[in-house]
């Protein structure tokens, strides 16, 4: 089976359920992903509702550390994390705006994203 449920994959912050399968190392893990059941960041499931007339563009988000020391469980302090947004498609010249929401709650459902109750709005101008 090449697939699993995605009510199967949610555990708690000490990951003792789903994440409990997960072993060390790249490859192993791919069926147990860990994802919060109390706050969930990142996931698209069916996709995001997208106005006709000026539809948002792809964007990735990387960041330089995969490292996690603040989990509930560790001594570690957390740390500083540098992050790289890659935006496909961009028109030089043209002026875009990235919008963040710290309540999945509060993203729109309708696609009238710039109307809606955001946290943080970063507009930048595309260039070459």
Same mark, same amino acid.
């Given at each position: 089976? %090449?697939? /699993? /449920?995605?009510?199967? %994959?949610?555990d708690d912050i000490f990951m003792?359920?789903?994440c409990s399968k997960a072993v060390p190392g790249l490859g192993h893990n791919e069926y147990y992903p860990c994802i919060s059941k109390y706050t969930d960041f990142g996931y698209a499931i069916t996709g995001v509702v997208e106005p006709t007339s =000026? $539809?948002? %563009?792809p964007l990735s988000l990387s960041?330089? =550390?995969f490292c996690e020391p603040d989990f509930p469980?560790? @001594?570690?302090? $957390? !740390?500083?994390l540098t992050g790289t947004v890659t !935006? @496909?498609?961009l028109e030089q010249g043209r002026q875009y705006a !990235? %919008? /963040?929401w710290d309540d999945y709650r509060r993203v729109p459902i309708d696609g009238n994203y710039l109307a809606s109750d955001y946290d943080r709005k970063y507009i930048f101008t595309a260039t070459g």
């Open positions: 089976k %090449l697939y /699993r /449920r995605f009510d199967s %994959l949610v003792t359920g789903n =000026s $539809p948002s %563009l960041v330089d =550390s469980w560790s @001594q570690e302090s $957390p !740390i500083q !935006i @496909q498609h !990235i %919008l /963040r």
